[in-house]
């Protein structure tokens, strides 16, 4: 789930970049982090990518995705399989629909550390709580401005992130997280919309009739 909500991060820039900040990653992240406080709420299309970790897997998946701040989401997985990550600030579900089954759990809050989550939560800084440093990004397309982004807190499940902004339309199309398992999951990003003035209730989920629902390690019917 953290690395699902980590995208927050990779979607929230949109300001024209100046020569200093195009040349300046610390600059950069600042500007990054300017703009995202700045967004209400955002929209748009997605392709997800993991490949390596313990299997040595590879796959491709793709959907819509809506966030409105603060700690509001929904993912929509549509191929190859549905699949739903939603939250409405308090709680966070996860819709596994060719399981039946419905996760329920609490939103991440402050207490989360320098998890990605926290920048969809409105409560993380990306230049107080990662070391930007431009580094190539394998799967960034060409033209991109890349940022490695490395915690200044170790975090449990990722060693770090990058984002590759393009330097004509200011967003970023990019988004890359390596977990410590060497797995690497890319984010490519398309259509984006901002402040569309979402509503709350585009972030409402109501549990299916007949799924399993796992709350807290207790199941229920």
Known sequence: MKLLLSVSLGLLCTAALSAQTAGDPVA???RVQQRY?????????FVQTYEGGVLRTKTTE?????????????FTYTKPER???VSDGTRLYTHL???KQVIVGAAPGPNDGTIPALFLAGQGDIAR????????????????????LTPKKADP????????IDPKTSQIQHLVAADRQGGKSSFAFSNLKENRGLADKDFEFRIPRGVDVVTNGARAR
Do not use: N
């Open 28 to 30: 950069l992240a600042a």
């Open 37 to 45: 406080s700045s967004l209400r709420d955002f929209q748009g299309d």
């Open 62 to 74: 793709r959907g819509t995705m809506a966030i409105k701040r603060p700690g509001k989401m929904r």
């Open 83 to 85: 699949k739903e990550f």
């Open 97 to 99: 629909v060719a399981d």
């Open 129 to 148: 709580d990662y070391t930007p440093a431009f580094t190539p990004l394998p799967g960034a397309a060409p033209g991109l401005i890349t940022l490695k």
């Open 157 to 164: 499940d990722y060693e770090w992130l990058g984002i590759g």
